[in-house]
């Protein structure tokens, strides 16, 4: 079974600095897709990025980016120029390519960021 | 386009009750999953419909039920709930195909068993 693990349960970042969120994962499977999804105060889970694990290149999407080890199954978000609003849980996650459970996504347990002034 | 729609948003119920919780997919979103998120065990997955069909299901009891309709909208089901079942349930849809199947989740259902 895959497991997704985050070391930081909580993270803190002033105004337009960066940081970096950690996730590792392991699994015995070669064809995946990765996941970032930042759930504010409103419980609303929003997509922040994706990685299909054929891909090479990091995935990027305007300030947020990641770095990608697959080597070392580990999968970093990187949050550059923060804002208030970038305050949420943040989820990492993993969904199988086997389309026999390619369906299910397996969380990490979260990390709390805060931005401050 | 709409987003994923859940009702309703906020329940209170007893122990021994059942409960439906609606899910309202992405228009053209034929898959339909459900999630259990609570403090302590986190984000666990429920289930998964495709084309009416139960495709996928996790470890979870019996109790747990769901079904998909033809409009892809999908209701799931809690028989005789008990204290644990508090959480907050939350549906995601997406479309098919490896490119295009990325889960998109609605504001979940808040869940209180009493």
């Known amino acids: 079974a895959q497991t997704v693990t985050q070391s930081q349960p909580e993270m803190s970042v002033q105004e337009a600095e960066t940081v970096t969120l950690s996730c590792t994962y392991d699994?015995?499977?070669?064809?995946?897709?990765l996941f970032w999804y930042k759930q504010p105060p409103s419980r609303q889970m929003i997509l922040v990025i994706r990685?299909?694990?054929?891909?090479?290149q990091n995935a990027t999407e305007n300030r947020f980016s990641v770095n990608f080890q697959k080597a070392a199954k580990s999968f970093s978000l990187k949050i550059s120029d923060s804002q208030l609003g970038d305050a949420a849980m943040y989820f990492c996650?993993?969904?199988?390519?086997?389309?026999?459970?390619?369906?299910?996504?397996?969380f990490g347990t979260g990390t709390r960021l805060q931005v401050t002034l | 386009k709409a987003g994923v729609t859940q009702t309703p948003r906020y329940l209170i119920k007893t122990r021994g009750q059942q409960v439906t919780l609606s899910c309202s997919p992405i228009?053209?979103?034929?898959?339909v999953s459900w999630y259990q998120q609570t403090p302590g065990q986190g984000l666990q997955f429920l289930f998964e419909y495709f084309s009416e069909t139960q495709r996928n299901k996790g470890n979870f009891p019996g109790r747990f039920s769901g079904r998909q309709f033809s409009n892809s909208r999908s209701e799931m089901n809690v028989s005789t709930l008990e204290l644990g079942d508090s959480a907050l349930y939350l549906c995601?849809?997406?479309?098919?195909?490896?490119?295009?199947?990325?889960?998109?989740f609605g504001p979940g259902t808040r869940l209180t068993v009493l």
């Open positions: 699994t015995s499977e070669s064809d995946y897709y």
């Open positions: 996650a993993y969904r199988s390519g086997n389309t026999g459970t390619a369906s299910k996504l397996t």
């Open positions: 995601a849809s997406s479309l098919e195909g490896r490119e295009y199947d990325t889960q998109y």
């Open positions: 990685q299909e694990a054929y891909k090479q």
């Open positions: 228009s053209g979103h034929r898959s």
